[in-house]
Nanobody, 123 residues
Framework: QVQLVESGGGLVQPGGSLRLSCAAS????????MGWYRQVPGKQRELVAR???????NYADSEKGRFTISRDNAKNTVYLQMNSLKPEDTAVYYC?????????????????WGQGTQVTVSS
């Protein structure tokens, strides 16, 4: 069974930094696009940042310049460095793994989620 385990969340003051980690197991990590999403109560889950298997990245506009996504394929881990945190960054942050490939003659989508880690930005 695929597992994505997030860590690194917590309480931080505005302007502070956190680094989230997501350790993956039971997948061929290097072929997956890895992403970080976040969700607040009553709202849809939204993309924060994504990194492809080749290392290309994209970010939501509100995170550009403040957040950095990276991956270490040797450790099966994806990171999200978050700087200059704002109260509106408060959310549950989820790790996601996506891949589309041919399996037994069928094109299949593989999509996995972690359990989430709470990030609270407050003074």
């Amino acid at each position: 069974q695929v597992q994505l385990v997030e860590s690194g969340g917590g309480l931080v003051q505005p302007g502070g930094s956190l680094r989230l980690s997501c350790a993956a197991s039971r997948i061929i990590f290097s072929i997956y696009t890895m992403g970080w999403y976040r969700q607040v109560p009553g709202k849809q889950r939204e993309l924060v940042a994504r990194i492809t298997s080749s290392g290309a990245t994209n970010y939501a506009d509100s995170e550009k310049g403040r957040f950095t996504i990276s991956r270490d394929n040797a450790k099966n881990t994806v990171y999200l460095q978050m700087n200059s945190l704002k109260p509106e960054d408060t959310a549950v942050y989820y790790c996601n793994a996506q891949n589309r490939r041919w399996t037994s003659g069928t094109l299949k989508d593989y999509d996995y989620w972690g359990q989430g880690t709470q990030v609270t930005v407050s003074s």
